[in-house]
């Protein structure tokens, strides 16, 4: 199998980043090569310091590198983990992707596998539209997307979502939710591994 898998994904308080985790340990299970990555920061320190939970996670995370583009023209398959902000992923995972015009450019992108998970503070808080809406953004790039669908039993246990995982804040991670995101990470590494 030749899956070279990129998790990148951005979180204040943890949750992605535990979507994330989860998400990548199911994909080297399943034989990928993968990079667990964060978006870049882009709000100020002093904003990040001002809030404890938010500032001792990026002190717990420090370890864990910061994606580039060359990250992403590495991969060949992408899972993209991000709270929902008002109907889309955060501004760091959006700043981040406006970042990779000359990748995009060059069709560095494009064929990819990619498949997207997010998170929100309630049950209906924008996850479906900020899933549907980053889609549209991997159509741009001419990827394929991998969302989960309703291909498993663990998919109706956590909620419902074909779209891709989403995460209720604050909700244990559950050995239904880990069946889920293992998933949604396994059918991804098995398209990308056809793609490949």
Do not use: C
């Not at 910061?66 to 760091?92: C, H, K």
């Not at 549907?132 to 246990?157: E, N």
């Amino acid at each position: 199998m030749s899956v070279r898998l990129v998790v990148l994904y951005y979180s204040t308080y943890g949750t992605n980043h535990r979507m994330a985790e989860i998400a990548a340990e199911a994909a080297r299970a399943a034989g990928a090569e993968v990079r667990l990555l964060k978006a870049p920061e882009t709000a100020p320190a002093e904003v990040v310091a001002s809030q404890d939970a938010w500032k001792a996670h990026a002190e717990r995370t420090a370890h864990i590198p910061t994606a580039t583009a060359q990250d992403m023209e590495w991969a060949n398959a992408y899972l993209i983990s991000a709270p929902t902000r008002f109907g889309v992923m955060a501004s760091q995972i959006r700043a981040f992707i406006d970042t990779l015009g000359g990748v995009w450019a060059k069709g560095g992108l494009a064929g990819k596998a990619v498949s997207a998970m997010s998170s929100a503070q309630n049950t209906h808080g924008g996850q479906e539209a900020t899933l549907l809406s980053f889609y549209t953004t991997a159509m741009h790039w001419g990827a394929i997307v991998v969302a989960p669908g309703f291909t498993d039993q663990s998919i109706f246990k956590v909620g419902g979502n074909p779209y891709g995982y989403s995460h209720t804040q604050g909700a244990e991670f559950t050995d239904d939710v880990k069946a889920a995101i293992g998933h949604q990470a396994r059918r991804l590494v098995e398209f990308a591994a056809k793609l490949a």
